[in-house]
């Protein structure tokens, strides 16, 4: 590399500028790649689908979710209708019996809040003119009562913002999971539960 200088001066300033071009190049590389096996491999995701939506739209998510909230469209699985506001989820619990597959449709009244369901993979932001929409596929063991907070500072009241999910599971149901519940969802949420998703959400 050296000899590409071009004089008689110093020959080591080159070298020490392709290394750094070279440490630079590998750390890019680093970063893009942990991207890529989060994304693909974890399939850990920081967006949900963003719908534009009317104000009409958000009322109606708003209605719902007073309303309405838990739609069961088949066994197992569920429409879930959430509004956020300054500093409340509405509805406060939310009960899913033997839940294999959860959609949640959220919208906002006022700023932006985050959305996270403490020690799953569900977490994204719900932005004011838009319906966010996720796709969840609940672990079959996983049974309780979950935490669902705000974790995008929305104000002097956001430590307060939080609604409980709570998990039922029979006996009967949970023989079933294991043939009728997607082998690779089922892979993937477990993959997904023991990484720092909290992390990636907020970058
Ligand atoms: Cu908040």
Known sequence: MAHEEKGGGGHGGLVYEYIYI??????????????????????????????KADE???????????????????????????????????????????????????ATGDVIHGFEIAGTNVNFMVLPGYISKFTWYPPSDLEGELLLLCNEYCGVGHQLMKASIIIERSGEALDTTS???????????????????????HG
Not at 24 to 38: D, K, P
Not at 67 to 92: F, H, L, M, T
Not at 186 to 199: A, D, F, K, Q, V
């Open 179 to 201: 043939d009728s519940g997607g082998f690779i969802e089922e892979l993937i949420s477990l993959l997904s539960i023991t990484s720092p998703t909290g992390i990636l959400a």
């Open 22 to 51: 070279a440490i630079i190049v590998a750390v890019l590389a680093g970063f893009i790649s942990s991207l890529g096996y989060y994304s693909f491999a974890l399939n850990i995701n920081p967006a949900c689908e963003a719908i």
């Open 56 to 106: 009409e739209q958000l009322q109606e998510i708003q209605q719902l979710a007073f309303s309405n909230p838990v739609v069961e469209k088949a066994p197992g699985i569920y429409d879930v209708y959430i509004y956020g506001r300054q500093y409340v989820w509405i509805p406060s619990t939310i009960t899913l019996e033997n839940p294999k597959q959860v959609t949640f449709y959220v």
